[in-house]
């Protein structure tokens, strides 16, 4: 999309257009266990973009030429709603979101340890519900945390963010608008403790210099999204327990 | 947790005790926030206990349909996202979603709740479309009742966005939408030979048969429709009518 | 769809746009047997909607996990030609059939003794030739038919007819333009021995006391109907009987 | 009854007998009924033995191909309806339909049995569409001349609805398709070293091919087809030709 | 498609437009074994009209309920590219392609000895990549050849060409311009050592005597493509011979 | 021949070395051949090894995106034919396709190898839309680096049509298609804890990741993506990224 003529997306001081300044992510919120139905859910939100994600599973697979005989399989779908962004989406997938689903998928394969349900299939479900750039990271950080909400036995929790240039700045956590009008953007996701990239896509134009920078800024960012993750974790672990006293 | 199984739904209602604790008539705890997306027009978050359903209004510039020429349109969506229930499949729209979406549909559309005459931008060439959008989250049962009281409280928080030069300019507002009723939806179901109000997913299962009745603010009917593979005896019918007019006061009363 | 102006359903004498009396249906026609292939066929027509029905079984179903252990299972298809309607209709199945397909289904479940046939299917294919209103009565009143012919034990013949109001009148089997202008219409159809309902419908505006007066009135009007389905049948068997011999 | 088999059928056509009493090249009785569907502009209901056939024809405004600007167009469209054989599933046209559909196509259009050119309303603009629908209610065989011999009575049958004011006017018209010749298919089946005509199902079971050629008034051929997975013998090819040209007067007569 | 005014196709002295006479093919090319990952592959050109085709088997098919309990079945696939045509083409099957794809089936059907492979598949792909005319007769003439060098078992080749009759003449092996612009066009194929037919399609207008004289024509022209393809057979052989040596 | 089995490849891999020879860091041959599709605009037929792509372009009469009213459009499309392939299946673009297309299309847009803004013919009306159709002719590994190549050098092969009279003159040409940079997609495959370039089909099939950069002609990265379920140490990157810009120079060579 182009930028309309004028437009900056850093003003002079370095802060950006929802004042944030460059190495500032928006404000993260994080809930966990608020779907009844689902062996795990989580519901992230990165400013205006929130993602739900349920999980189900471990649970059998049919029709049974569909399993694996050694390890469990990974279902994923990333789905918008249609009322998530600016004009109104038609419902259904389409060729982005089946690129999506496919890249998230990989990264929770490349984390759960699959080998331990053979034949079983975990479904993993996100719905963006209201969309302001960074979707997909925003629903692998809610997908981690469902993940973890079930019981899936993972390598390490999967922390994830966005990053890009814009007006020439590298900087973390793109918006919408921050999408649409820069110069490069990048999705990422690592295992943080392992130091593992499970997710890396790129589109734009960066130096090999700019690329490296950009992705050891995302890669600390990470580490700490990690331990909101941990946070939320045991805090409804805490109110659950002292529900059930 | 106790084990809920169907059995044990049918023990307790013949001592006349819902597994909730609630008495037959009793319709859960219901939440409802507007206002929950920002990229939409309207929308709404209706909790029915534990049942959650998110409804997201979109206004787009639209074509009149030629023997309407003069009226916006309404266009009424439901995905039963695969988050909701460990049953829902990803895909396109089913039975279930598509006749709840096309339930709701009719009770806005019936009951004239939107004034579409006011949404028309140029007669005949370009009208506002009003779609509702209907996500389930979370499926703990009565779905079509928890999907139209979002509808409808969504639609009341439902700004029309500005038109200028041929373009929507979002987040800039023209005004409300122009509604003018509360239409309600209520489903009883029937278990055995009794009847319940506000099913949760259980009794639903249990339930042979449910009658959905969608009543107006002058307790004027707009919508019915029997669900379900039981039948209803004809004597029943009126007093079933009286009581969806009666419970349809107390839902519209949280609008 | 908006009545133009000026335009009456109902004259000053009581009279509808084609001649009838505020109680009284089109000319009814049924005829059964007509499809060779079938195990139980009709064609039903109210005025100018014409349904044919056809039923297939009980027959095995496959694939096997659609099976149900204990009962049969019924499956329909409510489907409109594309020259049955003012203008064309396009092919295949669009939400409005898939709804009714849903409500006829659940009507023959209620009919039907399911528990007879464990594991099989029971397939009912109603197809609209010609449609001038009042199409799902008509389809279900030639699917009741059809069971009939093809020897499926029913707790009794389904009746189906509409109503609705028009011009401020309670009328009885709406036609096509008292359907588009009218204020009220309701599909209704019941087993009229048992007075039991299987399909009840309703869009527009009634009050209680009107709801209850026009159901009274079709409850009354689909025992006549069910009176022609036995006759239907019965002339059938004799001439079919008479042929045999 | 006695109970019908392939083997049944392959044993009397060792003896030149068919299972309904025909002689190898005899048609069963045609019954066409014309102006059947109320809403139609055309429509005629075939019946080849019990083969049931109904053909309708709307007539709808369309934009002209952009290579023909000053020509109607066609569209032919079948629908293999499950209510014809427990065979036939409900769902998008599978290659039978799609075969039919385009062999009557091919009939009416290289016949060119309508004259397009003068179903032109405004030249490259706006012209009639004629949507002939094929609807199999009976499958006993041979659906193929069926189908052909109702699209032609169909088309025989259709008048033009008014247009005035950019708007058709179902139910007046503004005169008759302008038709011209009346086209016959001809569909012959292998079974062993034997041909036969007009096939019923079970007969259509055991043959090994099929050869449909469509022929015009004037013994021209306008659509060839083998169907089918068996051969013809080149030798063969002549009299099927020869026998197609004089079967087709004989049921052009009935048209 | 309507001829342009005063368009010739064939002109005072019997030469077609590019350049042949009536009686010719367009030059053809034939190359064997060029796809590794097919049991057998073809390519095929006539004239600027390019098909390559692939064989797939005899292999086991899945789901079993598919399977043929005394034979293998033929699945064939007829796809035009995008860019083989004067208008990009959209991808996915048409109407066209599905009943083009099931004369193919059947003329291989015919042609295959099936009973020697029951409850396998043989899959028979053919891609359009150019597309001048002919396209059906150069993807079958590609698939006999793949069958071939897959070393499925045949009756005889099949051999395949198009004849047609464009301004008044009958003429062999029609290009783009003329199925367009002619009278009638027929697609053939057979086995030319039995002189047995398995393709015949025909559109337009022709007299019986024209279309025999037409028939004869192109089965002569058959003979000489099935000598084409045994030498392209036999070459390749002896190259591969040659290189395994 | 030798049995190839996976064990096999990985067994070589320890030694350094590969099935065909190749050192760890070696393309296999590659030979494009352009303007090889006589209808497209442009074309090119690369076989990297024996894996061999066909990319046609055509150019299309299109209409702007509303929010870039003065640029030509880019609609890339994969299909992965099932001759190519035994495992492929005919239908609609897989997740394979879908991956394959949206990088090639990310490759080209990114890099601005084409300059859309000299195919406007009309402003916000009328534009030059590319369509670059990707077709797999045989499997044999590293689709996507030959289908970028392929798509690369097809558009240095592309000539605009004429255009006159508001209508496409095919064969007759205005120029040559607008580009301007060679970017090329490089990807590395991780099996076991070694990265190897180019892999064949096999050793797709063992690797657990691979990494796919996309280089211009001034080293600048414009696609980057990570593909398939392993993991990628984060103090690998920088070596792999070196890697592709080194090894994109060489096959910018070939282009």
Chains 1, 3, 5 share one sequence.
């Not at chain 1, 469902?146 to 390490?156: K, S, T």
Request: glycine share 8%.
């Amino acid at each position: 999309m182009k930028k309309p003529e004028g437009f900056k997306l850093v003003d002079g001081k370095g802060k950006r257009i929802d004042g944030r300044g460059l190495d500032e992510t928006r404000p993260i919120r994080m809930e966990v266990g608020l779907l009844s139905r689902a062996d795990g859910s989580a519901k992230v939100g990165f400013g205006n973009t929130v993602a739900v994600a349920a999980v189900f599973g471990p649970r059998a697979l049919f029709p049974r030429h569909l399993q694996e005989v050694e390890e469990c399989i990974i279902r994923t779908r990333y789905n918008m709603a249609p009322f998530s962004t600016e004009s109104r989406k038609s419902p259904g997938t389409d060729r982005r979101s089946i690129e999506i689903s496919k890249v998230l998928r990989h990264a929770i394969e490349a984390t759960v340890f699959l080998e331990e349900f053979p034949r079983a299939t975990i479904d993993v479900y996100m719905e963006i519900i209201s969309s302001d750039g960074s979707t997909r990271c925003t629903a692998l950080n809610a997908a981690s945390l469902a993940l973890a909400l079930a019981g899936v036995p993972m390598r390490d929790l999967i922390a994830s963010c966005t990053g890009g240039k814009i007006d020439g700045k590298l900087a973390i956590d793109l918006n919408g608008k921050e999408d649409n009008y820069g110069e490069a953007d990048v999705a990422f996701a690592m295992l943080p403790t392992k130091r593992e990239i499970v997710l890396l896509q790129m589109d734009g134009e960066l130096t090999k210099e700019e690329f490296m920078t950009l992705l050891t800024k995302m890669a600390d960012k990470c580490n700490k999204i990690r331990d909101m993750q941990v946070k939320t974790i045991k805090e409804y672990y805490k109110k659950i327990g002292g529900e059930l006293e | 947790m106790i084990p809920m199984s169907e059995e044990y739904v049918l023990k307790l209602l013949r001592q006349n005790k819902r597994m909730d604790g609630r008495n037959l008539l009793d319709y859960r705890e219901i939440k409802i926030e507007t206002g929950v997306i920002p990229k939409a027009e309207g929308s709404a978050l209706v909790q029915l206990g534990n049942t959650k359903v998110l409804v997201g209004i979109k206004m787009e510039i639209a074509t009149p349909f030629p023997d309407m020429p003069d009226e916006g349109i309404l266009i009424v969506n439901a995905e039963f996202a695969p988050i909701a229930n460990p049953e829902f499949e990803p895909g396109p729209p089913g039975e279930e979603a598509t006749e709840t979406a096309r339930l709701v549909d009719r009770l806005i559309r019936e009951s004239k709740m939107i004034d579409t005459s006011k949404l028309v931008i140029q007669e005949g060439e370009k009208v506002w479309g009003v779609f509702v959008d209907i996500h389930i989250l979370n499926d703990e049962g009565n779905l079509l009742d928890a999907s139209a009281i979002g509808a409808v409280a969504a639609l009341y928080n439902t700004k029309i966005p500005k038109y200028e030069n041929d373009e929507v300019i979002r987040g800039e507002y023209a005004g409300n939408l122009p509604v003018r009723y509360k239409p309600v939806m209520i489903t009883m179901a029937k278990i055995g030979d009794k009847y319940i109000l506000d099913p949760n997913y259980l009794e639903e299962e249990v339930a042979s048969t449910k009658l959905s009745v969608g009543i107006r603010d002058d307790d004027v009917i707009c919508a019915v429709q029997k669900r379900g593979s039981g039948t209803i005896k004809f004597s029943e019918l009126e007093g079933l009518i009286d009581l969806a007019i009666q419970k349809s006061k107390e839902i519209r009363s949280l609008l």
